[in-house]
Protein backbone atom coordinates (compact mmCIF):
# COMPACT_ATOMS: atom_id res chain seq x y z
CA UNK A 1 0.00 0.00 0.00
CA UNK A 2 2.63 2.54 0.92
CA UNK A 3 5.02 1.73 -2.08
CA UNK A 4 1.71 2.28 -4.23
CA UNK A 5 0.86 5.59 -2.63
CA UNK A 6 3.85 6.92 -3.33
CA UNK A 7 4.36 5.70 -6.40
CA UNK A 8 0.87 7.19 -7.76
CA UNK A 9 2.32 10.87 -6.30
CA UNK A 10 5.29 10.78 -8.10
CA UNK A 11 3.48 9.57 -11.18
CA UNK A 12 0.64 13.14 -10.52
CA UNK A 13 3.86 15.08 -9.96
CA UNK A 14 5.31 14.05 -13.52
CA UNK A 15 1.88 14.74 -15.11
CA UNK A 16 1.54 18.16 -13.71
CA UNK A 17 5.13 19.42 -14.81
CA UNK A 18 4.51 17.99 -18.12
CA UNK A 19 0.93 19.54 -18.37
CA UNK A 20 2.24 23.22 -17.14
CA UNK A 21 4.35 24.34 -19.94
CA UNK A 22 2.14 23.39 -22.10
CA UNK A 23 -0.93 25.42 -20.29
CA UNK A 24 1.64 28.74 -19.48
CA UNK A 25 2.05 28.89 -23.52
CA UNK A 26 -1.41 28.16 -24.43
CA UNK A 27 -2.32 31.07 -22.13
CA UNK A 28 0.52 33.33 -23.12
CA UNK A 29 -0.25 33.24 -26.53
CA UNK A 30 -4.07 33.85 -26.04
CA UNK A 31 -3.06 37.29 -23.53
CA UNK A 32 -0.86 37.93 -26.91
CA UNK A 33 -3.80 37.23 -29.22
CA UNK A 34 -5.52 39.34 -26.93
CA UNK A 35 -3.58 42.02 -26.71
CA UNK A 36 -2.92 42.12 -30.84
CA UNK A 37 -6.72 41.84 -31.78
CA UNK A 38 -7.61 45.76 -31.30
CA UNK A 39 -4.69 47.19 -33.23
CA UNK A 40 -5.39 44.02 -35.80
CA UNK A 41 -9.06 45.85 -36.48
CA UNK A 42 -7.33 49.21 -37.50
CA UNK A 43 -7.34 50.08 -41.09
CA UNK A 44 -5.00 52.08 -42.69
CA UNK A 45 -6.09 54.87 -44.38
CA UNK A 46 -2.74 56.68 -45.43
CA UNK A 47 0.06 54.76 -46.29
CA UNK A 48 2.25 57.21 -45.46
CA UNK A 49 4.03 57.46 -48.42
CA UNK A 50 1.09 57.69 -51.54
CA UNK A 51 -2.74 59.14 -52.12
CA UNK A 52 -3.55 55.59 -52.95
CA UNK A 53 -7.16 55.21 -51.12
CA UNK A 54 -7.71 59.27 -52.27
CA UNK A 55 -9.27 61.22 -54.69
CA UNK A 56 -10.11 65.24 -55.34
CA UNK A 57 -13.82 65.25 -54.64
CA UNK A 58 -15.31 65.27 -57.98
CA UNK A 59 -13.17 63.06 -59.62
CA UNK A 60 -9.47 63.19 -60.65
CA UNK A 61 -6.21 62.77 -58.87
CA UNK A 62 -5.14 64.39 -55.63
CA UNK A 63 -4.50 68.03 -55.99
CA UNK A 64 -1.16 69.05 -56.61
CA UNK A 65 -1.14 71.43 -53.41
CA UNK A 66 -1.29 68.43 -51.59
CA UNK A 67 1.72 66.64 -50.57
CA UNK A 68 3.66 63.73 -48.65
CA UNK A 69 6.79 64.63 -45.98
CA UNK A 70 8.10 62.45 -43.13
CA UNK A 71 4.59 60.02 -43.15
CA UNK A 72 2.52 63.36 -43.23
CA UNK A 73 -0.08 64.40 -45.65
CA UNK A 74 -0.35 68.41 -45.52
CA UNK A 75 -1.30 71.37 -48.09
CA UNK A 76 1.23 73.17 -49.01
CA UNK A 77 -1.08 76.50 -48.96
CA UNK A 78 1.61 79.06 -49.87
CA UNK A 79 2.60 77.33 -53.22
CA UNK A 80 -1.17 77.01 -54.06
CA UNK A 81 -3.40 79.99 -56.15
CA UNK A 82 -6.18 80.75 -53.65
CA UNK A 83 -8.77 78.63 -52.02
CA UNK A 84 -10.38 75.66 -53.52
CA UNK A 85 -8.33 75.72 -56.38
CA UNK A 86 -7.27 73.34 -58.95
CA UNK A 87 -4.44 72.52 -57.41
CA UNK A 88 -5.76 72.12 -54.25
CA UNK A 89 -9.17 71.61 -53.00
CA UNK A 90 -10.73 68.93 -50.97
CA UNK A 91 -9.76 65.42 -50.56
CA UNK A 92 -11.40 62.31 -49.82
CA UNK A 93 -11.53 58.85 -49.44
CA UNK A 94 -12.36 56.72 -52.47
CA UNK A 95 -14.04 54.27 -49.96
CA UNK A 96 -17.38 54.56 -48.26
CA UNK A 97 -18.06 53.95 -44.21
CA UNK A 98 -21.02 53.32 -42.36
CA UNK A 99 -20.55 52.74 -38.92
CA UNK A 100 -16.92 53.50 -38.07
CA UNK A 101 -14.27 54.64 -35.39
CA UNK A 102 -11.88 57.30 -37.46
CA UNK A 103 -8.89 58.43 -36.01
CA UNK A 104 -6.06 60.98 -37.01
CA UNK A 105 -3.30 63.38 -35.86
CA UNK A 106 -3.31 66.49 -37.30
CA UNK A 107 -1.92 70.58 -36.51
CA UNK A 108 -3.00 73.66 -37.99
CA UNK A 109 -0.52 76.37 -39.11
CA UNK A 110 -0.92 79.92 -37.02
CA UNK A 111 -4.52 81.47 -37.97
CA UNK A 112 -5.04 78.44 -39.73
CA UNK A 113 -8.56 76.50 -41.07
CA UNK A 114 -9.49 73.22 -41.88
CA UNK A 115 -11.70 69.96 -41.28
CA UNK A 116 -12.53 66.87 -41.05
CA UNK A 117 -15.95 65.52 -43.16
CA UNK A 118 -17.89 62.68 -42.48
CA UNK A 119 -20.60 60.84 -44.25
CA UNK A 120 -20.32 62.78 -47.47
CA UNK A 121 -22.09 61.59 -50.71
CA UNK A 122 -20.08 62.43 -53.82
CA UNK A 123 -22.57 63.30 -56.45
CA UNK A 124 -22.51 65.63 -59.21
CA UNK A 125 -25.06 67.62 -57.66
CA UNK A 126 -23.40 68.65 -54.89
CA UNK A 127 -20.09 71.03 -55.56
CA UNK A 128 -18.52 70.39 -51.88
CA UNK A 129 -18.30 68.09 -48.88
CA UNK A 130 -19.84 69.96 -46.86
CA UNK A 131 -22.90 69.87 -48.56
CA UNK A 132 -23.94 66.62 -47.59
CA UNK A 133 -21.37 65.70 -44.22
CA UNK A 134 -20.87 67.27 -41.12
CA UNK A 135 -17.49 68.51 -39.97
CA UNK A 136 -15.20 68.22 -36.88
CA UNK A 137 -13.94 71.63 -37.19
CA UNK A 138 -9.85 71.81 -37.17
CA UNK A 139 -8.94 75.45 -36.63
CA UNK A 140 -6.15 77.89 -34.50
CA UNK A 141 -8.69 79.17 -31.64
CA UNK A 142 -5.87 82.00 -30.81
CA UNK A 143 -5.53 83.31 -34.34
CA UNK A 144 -8.42 82.59 -36.81
CA UNK A 145 -11.41 84.54 -36.95
CA UNK A 146 -13.79 82.01 -37.18
CA UNK A 147 -13.08 81.22 -33.73
CA UNK A 148 -14.64 84.35 -32.60
CA UNK A 149 -18.29 82.10 -33.97
CA UNK A 150 -19.76 79.92 -31.31
CA UNK A 151 -19.49 76.28 -32.97
CA UNK A 152 -17.21 77.24 -34.46
CA UNK A 153 -14.16 76.34 -33.00
CA UNK A 154 -11.85 73.18 -32.71
CA UNK A 155 -13.47 69.87 -31.71
CA UNK A 156 -16.71 71.45 -32.35
CA UNK A 157 -19.17 69.63 -34.58
CA UNK A 158 -19.46 72.52 -37.14
CA UNK A 159 -22.16 75.49 -37.09
CA UNK A 160 -24.19 72.52 -34.93
CA UNK A 161 -22.87 71.62 -31.31
CA UNK A 162 -20.13 73.13 -29.10
CA UNK A 163 -17.57 71.29 -27.65
CA UNK A 164 -18.44 70.35 -24.49
CA UNK A 165 -14.50 71.59 -23.17
CA UNK A 166 -11.47 72.65 -24.99
CA UNK A 167 -8.53 70.35 -25.02
CA UNK A 168 -6.78 71.88 -28.28
CA UNK A 169 -3.17 72.49 -28.54
CA UNK A 170 -1.84 75.43 -29.77
CA UNK A 171 -0.81 75.89 -33.44
CA UNK A 172 1.99 73.97 -34.56
CA UNK A 173 1.46 70.83 -32.13
CA UNK A 174 -0.41 67.37 -32.98
CA UNK A 175 -3.93 66.79 -31.74
CA UNK A 176 -5.76 63.52 -32.29
CA UNK A 177 -9.50 63.47 -33.18
CA UNK A 178 -11.76 60.55 -32.98
CA UNK A 179 -14.32 60.65 -34.51
CA UNK A 180 -17.46 57.66 -33.88
CA UNK A 181 -20.51 56.84 -35.59
CA UNK A 182 -22.33 53.78 -34.43
CA UNK A 183 -25.80 52.99 -35.57
CA UNK A 184 -26.66 56.95 -35.46
CA UNK A 185 -24.86 57.45 -32.29
CA UNK A 186 -22.27 60.10 -33.38
CA UNK A 187 -19.26 61.24 -30.91
CA UNK A 188 -16.43 63.30 -31.48
CA UNK A 189 -13.29 63.23 -29.04
CA UNK A 190 -9.79 65.52 -29.32
CA UNK A 191 -7.07 64.51 -27.59
CA UNK A 192 -8.96 61.55 -25.81
CA UNK A 193 -11.91 63.70 -24.79
CA UNK A 194 -15.41 63.15 -25.41
CA UNK A 195 -16.41 66.75 -26.49
CA UNK A 196 -19.66 66.29 -28.46
CA UNK A 197 -22.42 63.34 -28.24
CA UNK A 198 -25.62 63.29 -30.02
CA UNK A 199 -28.06 61.14 -32.08
CA UNK A 200 -28.14 61.50 -36.44
CA UNK A 201 -30.89 61.51 -38.49
CA UNK A 202 -33.83 61.96 -35.31
CA UNK A 203 -36.34 65.12 -35.16
CA UNK A 204 -33.68 67.09 -32.98
CA UNK A 205 -31.13 66.33 -35.25
CA UNK A 206 -33.15 67.93 -37.90
CA UNK A 207 -34.22 71.04 -35.73
CA UNK A 208 -29.95 71.29 -35.04
CA UNK A 209 -29.99 71.30 -38.93
CA UNK A 210 -32.72 73.88 -39.17
CA UNK A 211 -30.79 76.66 -37.29
CA UNK A 212 -27.72 76.18 -38.82
CA UNK A 213 -25.95 77.78 -42.14
CA UNK A 214 -27.28 74.50 -43.39
CA UNK A 215 -30.93 74.44 -43.66
CA UNK A 216 -31.07 75.13 -47.47
CA UNK A 217 -28.98 72.45 -48.06
CA UNK A 218 -31.31 69.72 -48.93
CA UNK A 219 -28.70 66.60 -48.53
CA UNK A 220 -27.12 67.77 -45.49
CA UNK A 221 -26.77 65.63 -42.58
CA UNK A 222 -28.92 62.73 -44.76
CA UNK A 223 -26.77 60.18 -45.84
CA UNK A 224 -26.04 57.23 -43.32
CA UNK A 225 -23.16 56.09 -45.10
CA UNK A 226 -20.42 58.22 -46.91
CA UNK A 227 -16.82 59.34 -47.44
CA UNK A 228 -14.46 61.07 -45.62
CA UNK A 229 -13.06 64.47 -46.14
CA UNK A 230 -9.71 66.69 -45.88
CA UNK A 231 -10.81 70.42 -46.13
CA UNK A 232 -9.01 72.76 -48.13
CA UNK A 233 -9.91 76.17 -46.43
CA UNK A 234 -6.79 77.50 -47.81
CA UNK A 235 -4.47 77.13 -45.49
CA UNK A 236 -1.64 74.82 -43.75
CA UNK A 237 -2.60 71.52 -42.22
CA UNK A 238 -1.10 68.40 -41.50
CA UNK A 239 -2.12 65.38 -41.54
CA UNK A 240 -0.74 61.96 -39.82
CA UNK A 241 -1.55 58.71 -38.54
CA UNK A 242 -5.05 58.39 -40.56
CA UNK A 243 -7.05 55.11 -39.49
CA UNK A 244 -10.47 54.05 -39.75
CA UNK A 245 -12.28 50.83 -37.42
CA UNK A 246 -15.48 49.38 -39.17
CA UNK A 247 -17.91 48.89 -36.32
Same mark, same amino acid.
Request: glycine share 10%; charged share 25%.
Given at each position: ?43 ? $?? *? ?11 ? %? #???? @??? /? ?87 ? $?? *? ?11 ? %? #???? @??? /? ?67
Amino acid at each position: MKKSYWAGLALLGMLASCASPKSDEAESTTSEETAAAPAEEWIP $LF *DGQTFNGWSKYGG %G #EVGK @AWK /IENGELFLDAANKDGWQTGDGGDIITTEEFENFHFKCDWKIAPNGNSGIIFLVHESPEYDYPWQTGPEMQVLDNEGHPDAKIISHRAGD $LY *DLIVSSEETVKPA %G #EWNT @AEI /IVDQGNLELRLNGVAVVKTTLWTPEWEELIAQSKFKDMPGFGKYKKGKIALQDHGDVVHYRNIQIKKL
